[in-house]
Antibody, heavy 119, light 108 residues
Framework: QITLKESGPTLVKPTQTLTLTCTFS??????????VGWVRQPPGKALQWLVL???????RYSPSLKSRLTITKDTSKNQVVLTMTNMDPVDTATYYC???????????WGQGTLVTVSS | EIAMTQSPATLSVSPGERATLSCRAS??????LAWYQQKPGQAPRLLIY???TRATGIPARFSGSGSGTEFTLTISSLQSEDFAVYYC??????????FGQGTKLEIK
C-alpha cells in the first residue's frame, strides 16, 4: 500500500525559504521509472505541478518556478525534500506530495499540507 | 505548455441522472489523459487514466472517452458521494503535467 505524507511549517514569512518533507512508504525510489513530486493548490483554485525527482536522480522543474525550487531525495529514509525560496503571499497553497508511476501517471497523493505566507 | 480547458465550470445535476464533463487540450495529448475527483478538504483521487481506463476501485458508473484534444468524463447515475470537483490532467508532455481548471459538480 503506497502512502505519502507531507510535513513542514504551516506559516512562513514573505522572502523566507520553505522546506517541505515528503515521507513515503509502499514503494522504492530505486525502482525504474518511479518518481516523487510536488503539486500545489491555492485556496479555491486549480492544481499546479511543481517538480519531480526520478529513481535515477533526474530532476524536472516547472519552467515558471524553476529558479526558486530545489528537490532532493534520501532513498534510505524514503524521503523527498522540496525547497522553495523567496516565498510570497501568492505561494499560499496546499502542497501535495505525489507518486509518479512508471507509466507517467501521478497515481497516489499525500493528504496535503496548507502553507500560508504572511508577515 | 499544453493548456487544458474544462467545461462547464459548474454543472448542476440531480441524483440518479447522468453527468457529462468535458476537457479540451490545446494540442494533442494522444490518450495520455487522466481524471481526478477532489472533495472538500481531501487530496485528488485518480479516477481514470489512459483517457478511458478506470483506476483500481473506481465504480463502473464512471467512464472516460476521447483522444487527441477532446475528452469526456461521464458519470452514468449520480450518487450523493459523486458531488465534487473534477480535474482533467495531461501527462503526454510529462513531466510538464498540466491540469484543467476543474468542473464543480453540484446537486441540483
Amino acid at each position: 500500500q503506497i502512502t505519502l505524507k507531507e510535513s513542514g511549517p504551516t506559516l512562513v514569512k514573505p522572502t523566507q525559504t520553505l522546506t517541505l518533507t515528503c515521507t513515503f512508504s509502499g514503494f522504492s525510489l530505486r525502482t525504474n521509472g518511479v518518481g516523487v513530486g510536488w503539486v500545489r493548490q491555492p485556496p479555491g483554485k486549480a492544481l499546479q505541478w511543481l517538480v519531480l525527482i526520478y529513481w535515477d536522480d533526474d530532476e524536472r522543474y516547472s519552467p515558471s518556478l524553476k529558479s526558486r525550487l530545489t528537490i532532493t531525495k534520501d532513498t534510505s529514509k524514503n524521503q523527498v525534500v522540496l525547497t522553495m525560496t523567496n516565498m510570497d503571499p501568492v505561494d499560499t497553497a496546499t502542497y501535495y506530495c505525489v507518486h509518479r508511476n512508471s507509466g507517467g501517471l501521478l497515481d497516489y497523493w499525500g493528504q496535503g499540507t496548507l502553507v500560508t505566507v504572511s508577515s | 505548455e499544453i493548456a487544458m480547458t474544462q467545461s462547464p465550470a459548474t454543472l448542476s445535476v440531480s441524483p440518479g441522472e447522468r453527468a457529462t464533463l468535458s476537457c479540451r487540450a490545446s494540442q494533442s495529448v494522444s490518450s495520455n489523459l487522466a481524471w481526478y475527483q477532489q472533495k472538500p478538504g481531501q487530496a485528488p483521487r485518480l479516477l481514470i487514466y489512459g483517457a478511458s481506463t478506470r483506476a483500481t476501485g473506481i465504480p463502473a458508473r464512471f467512464s472516460g472517452s476521447g483522444s487527441g484534444t477532446e475528452f469526456t468524463l461521464t458519470i452514468s447515475s449520480l450518487q450523493s458521494e459523486d458531488f465534487a470537483v473534477y480535474y482533467c490532467q495531461q501527462y503526454n508532455d510529462w513531466p510538464k503535467y498540466t491540469f484543467g481548471q476543474g468542473t464543480k459538480l453540484e446537486i441540483k
